[in-house]
């Protein structure tokens, strides 16, 4: 079973940055494929970005060169930091685990960006 707690979301102005973070028990963390995913009132829940096992990125085109996702594998920590944010990214951003047993969700974090 793995837990995992975002922290680190708020209320900003458009322009401002914000770095969320999640939490992740587990004693295999740094196997883990680790994900941020984001869901606005009323739509469905939307990839944000990734880091496999060893590093490797990818990002949606809407966050793309905005967000950059990291991971601390000695820390058991996963990290998004949001740059130069809109109104558009306003949502509940959630922390997502993949592993040999399956797939794990946080709760979640509020971002909401104001104009």
């Known amino acids: 079973q793995v837990q995992l707690v975002e922290s680190g979301g708020g209320l900003v102005q458009a322009g401002d940055s914000l770095r969320l973070s999640c939490a992740a028990s587990?004693?295999?963390?740094?196997?883990?494929?680790m994900g941020w995913f984001r869901q606005a009132p009323g739509k469905a829940r939307e990839f944000v970005a990734s880091i496999k096992q060893f590093g490797s990125t990818r990002y949606a085109d809407s966050v793309k060169g905005r967000f950059t996702i990291s991971r601390d594998n000695g820390k058991k920590m996963v990290y998004l930091q949001m740059n130069s944010l809109k109104p558009e990214d306003t949502a509940v951003y959630l922390c997502?685990?993949?592993?040999?047993?399956?797939?794990?969700w946080g709760q979640g974090t509020q971002v909401t960006v104001s104009s």
């Open positions: 997502y685990a993949r592993g040999v047993h399956g797939g794990y």
């Open positions: 587990g004693r295999t963390f740094s196997s883990y494929f």
